[in-house]
């Protein structure tokens, strides 16, 4: 039995993922204490917790007890996130410092001081769920794009830094998926509708993620047309520019 640590857990892709780990123990992390409770209050070998991904000290407090009480975490999933759909001229320094705060620093937050101590037992797994986002950038999506695209570095960077202690380090970058994600990013549907040959579901994510904690990989980038978008972008980037501000600038 492992010990998993899920953030941003009230999500639709969090709760696929804990379907995916029956046996295990999982501490959960949301905003809302009384959500997760009504999520996963009867699953049992479920710990559950209010946390402020974004402050420093409540974090470091939060693990010191975890680790006090639960002992070491085996694999550290980092989920919680979210994205707005704009014009670029149209997010406030706020807005920018505030997507940064969640998509990036928590999840930083959480990578150094748990890897910290993965390094230490030279054993453990990093999984970032992060974004194809990350990869390729689209209209309106500049601040969401650009947190996924410092996700990704650091992501890589850690995971070089961690190899020689054993410490394994996964992105999964999915494109979009069908959650409740949408509801503040795409709220009258649009964009879902237009994408829909490339929406995955939640528990199509969870399945890879799951699949990496028995067989890790450096990264997984998901659906494959997306993948290959990826790979398009990078060998042709002024026809892949020119397709994205015309043919298929669906936001």
């Known amino acids: 039995m ?11 892709i969090a709760q696929a993922i804990v379907q995916r780990f029956p046996e295990d123990h999982l501490i959960l992390i949301g905003r809302n204490l009384k959500k997760l409770e009504d999520l996963y209050g009867k699953r049992p070998r479920t710990s559950l917790f209010e946390v402020d991904i974004c402050d420093e000290s409540a974090v470091q407090s939060f693990l010191d007890q975890v680790a006090l009480h639960h002992g070491p975490i085996d694999i550290l999933i980092n989920n919680a996130g979210y994205g707005v759909y704009r014009d670029f001229d149209r997010f406030s320094s706020e807005d920018v410092r505030q997507m940064f705060e969640v998509n990036v620093f928590a999840s930083m937050r959480f990578c150094r001081l748990l890897g910290a101590r993965m390094k230490e037992r030279k054993k453990g797994h990093i999984i970032n769920i992060v974004s194809m986002s990350g990869h390729v950038s689209t209209a309106k999506s500049s601040v969401y794009s650009a947190s996924k695209f410092a996700m990704i570095g650091f992501t890589d960077a850690i995971r070089l830094e961690l190899a020689a202690s054993g410490v394994k380090v996964t992105s999964i970058n999915p494109g979009p998926v069908k959650t409740a994600f949408f509801d503040l990013a795409d709220p009258d549907g649009s964009y879902q509708k237009s994408v829909q040959t490339f ?9 890879r993620v799951q699949k990496v904690t028995v067989k890790p990989k ?15 972008y990078r060998l042709f980037p002024r026809l892949s520019d020119f397709l994205a501000r015309t043919v298929f600038n669906y936001k």
Not at 2 to 12: C, D, P, Q, R, Y
Not at 218 to 232: D, G, I
């Open 2 to 12: 492992k010990t998993i640590l899920i953030t941003g857990a009230s999500g639709g």
């Open 199 to 207: 929406l995955l579901t939640a528990e199509q994510v969870a399945k």
């Open 218 to 232: 450096r990264e997984v980038n998901m659906p494959w047309t997306l993948a290959l978008t990826a790979t398009c």
